[in-house]
């Protein structure tokens, strides 16, 4: 069922399709990333900072909502289009509830103090595609394999790269 789908598994679709199935079928390894780690911690301080707006919608956890605004926040910047596609699926579960916010995506630099900010709106177009790509997610997490994985740069910080190639 599409609805079930989460943040995580629509981001890792954008990011890697391998990362979507195996996350999506349980294989787990990401405690072991120091990159995941990092994450759960800064997402610790905001959640700290942050209590008395986070909330939680199916299984959904949304790190900050304001009147206008639902705001994701993310360590790093190094895959806007997914986290865009995680805040769209945000976007539009709230929308069901009747609830209509706009996006805003915090990037925090680990060691810079700086942050940079993306802003995101769910519409007519990017509604539609956000149900084709949650009917493709379903279909691809229910295949018996994970696609192929394929070497890229970004399978360094990955915490399946031993399960994908070593
Ligand atoms: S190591 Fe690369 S191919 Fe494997 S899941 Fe991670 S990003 Fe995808």
Redesign the pocket.
Same mark, same amino acid.
């Given at each position: 069922m599409t609805s079930n789908i989460t943040g995580t598994l629509i981001n890792y679709y954008f990011? $890697? &399709?391998?990362?979507c199935w195996?996350h999506a079928n349980r294989i787990n390894l990401e405690d072991n990333s120091e990159d995941v780690r990092i994450g759960k911690i800064l997402h610790e301080i905001s959640e700290e900072k942050n209590k008395k707006s986070e909330i939680s919608i199916d299984n959904v956890k949304i790190d900050k909502l304001t009147k206008e605004y639902l705001i994701e926040i993310k360590k790093s910047d190094s895959d806007p289009e997914a986290v865009k596609w995680q805040v769209l699926l945000y976007l539009y579960k709230l929308k069901k509830k009747g609830v209509i916010k706009k996006g805003k995506i915090e990037f925090i630099e680990k060691k810079r103090q700086s942050k940079k900010i993306h802003y995101v709106e769910l519409d007519e177009v990017n509604e539609k595609e956000l149900l084709e790509v949650l009917v493709q997610i379903e279909n691809l997490i229910n295949q018996e394999h994970p696609p192929e994985?394929? !070497?890229?740069n &970004?399978?360094k910080k $990955?915490? +399946? +790269?031993e +399960?994908? !190639?070593i």
């Open positions: 990011h $890697c &399709k391998t990362q195996l994985p394929i !070497f890229e &970004k399978c $990955c915490a +399946y +790269y +399960y994908c !190639f």
